[in-house]
């Protein structure tokens, strides 16, 4: 009885052993008939499939100077016309070099034996689906090359884009980076900015300041109209061109209202708008031109 059972647990024991053997000669008989394949695929194809290697590689080297070359050339063929600003010329450079990289990147598969075709049509399916999802960012790209092609603003302008006012620090295809007067950076997509209405301060090299005084109405009009235009034209950020004005706009309540209108560069326009506020204000004092305050006459009648 003993012997029975030592042979039955012997038995158990070489089980496992033989299955794991077998399995193990399997997984060998295996790798042996994948080396196989593998060494008679080398022996037809390996000559001509190192060749293609070989060839892609040139042609990725080739192909990466070429690239180079081609969008170096567009970048100057741009800058040369100038009708196209920085912008729409780094636009266009990363278009050109990005079309002609996937254009090398199928011949090099095409070369190594890889059907393109089920490539190019998942491309489509995944172009169609990634433009579904991103409608936003496509339509900040729209607005740039609107914003790109018609040039409202460039870099350095000073703008009023809807309710935002700053200047263009940075432009790119998908949004303006404005600072405003107090340094704060505010980032505003194109779509926001080509749906809104924009004011560019900094487009043309002069602007008209706008100087509002009001002087008594037992002034001398004539006299103060005269000391105004001393002032603006003894200023040196006062343009000649257009020439400055100073003429009676409004009667006021209380006073007779002048508007003052010189002109100045873009550069310096608040500088002389504070300046000359200033040396009106003086001017008319040394003159005897009274500025009034509010003033009401009340009238008691006697019940």
């Known amino acids: 009885m003993t012997n029975v059972n030592h042979h039955a647990a012997s038995e158990l024991l070489q089980k496992p052993i033989t299955d794991v ?52 050339a567009t970048h100057k063929a741009l800058v040369k016309s100038g009708r ?7 636009f266009l450079c990363s278009v050109v070099n990005k079309t002609a990289w996937v254009l090398l990147l199928m ?10 075709a089920p490539l190019i049509a998942g491309l489509g399916v995944t172009g169609f689906i990634l433009g ?10 729209a607005a740039g090359m609107m914003i790109a092609i018609n040039q409202p603003f460039q870099v350095g302008d000073y703008v009023t884009v ?18 405003t007067a ?11 900015i080509w749906g809104s209405p924009i004011t560019n301060f900094t487009a043309t090299d002069k602007r008209r300041l706008e100087i509002a005084v009001g002087i008594a109405y037992g002034a001398d009009i004539a006299k103060a109209k005269r000391i105004a235009l001393e002032v603006l034209r003894a200023d040196p950020r006062v343009l000649a061109d257009p020439a400055p004005i100073a003429e009676v706009i409004a009667m006021g309540n209380s006073s007779v209202n002048l508007v003052l209108r010189p002109w100045a560069t873009p550069a310096t326009y608040w500088d002389a708008f504070f300046a000359l506020n200033h ?5 008319f004092d040394r003159n005897g031109i009274e500025i009034p305050f509010p003033q009401m006459d009340v009238r008691v009648k006697n019940g």
């Open 107 to 116: 011949v090099v598969l095409q070369r190594l034996g890889v059907n393109i």
């Open 84 to 90: 196209v600003n920085a912008l729409l010329q780094n």
């Open 132 to 141: 579904f999802a991103f409608q936003e960012s496509l339509g900040n790209l």
């Open 162 to 179: 809807g309710t935002i006012s700053g200047t263009v620090r940075e432009l790119n295809m998908m949004a303006a980076t404005l600072f």
């Open 182 to 192: 107090d340094n704060v950076k505010v980032v505003v997509p194109n779509k926001v």
């Open 21 to 72: 053997q077998q399995a193990l000669a399997a997984e060998v008989s295996q790798g042996r008939e994948i080396v196989d394949v593998a060494l008679r695929w080398l022996a037809e194809n390996g000559i001509s499939f190192l060749i293609n290697v070989l060839v892609a590689l040139l042609l990725l080297t080739v192909g990466t100077v070429a690239i180079r070359s081609l969008t170096c």
């Open 279 to 283: 040396a009106v204000k003086e001017a």
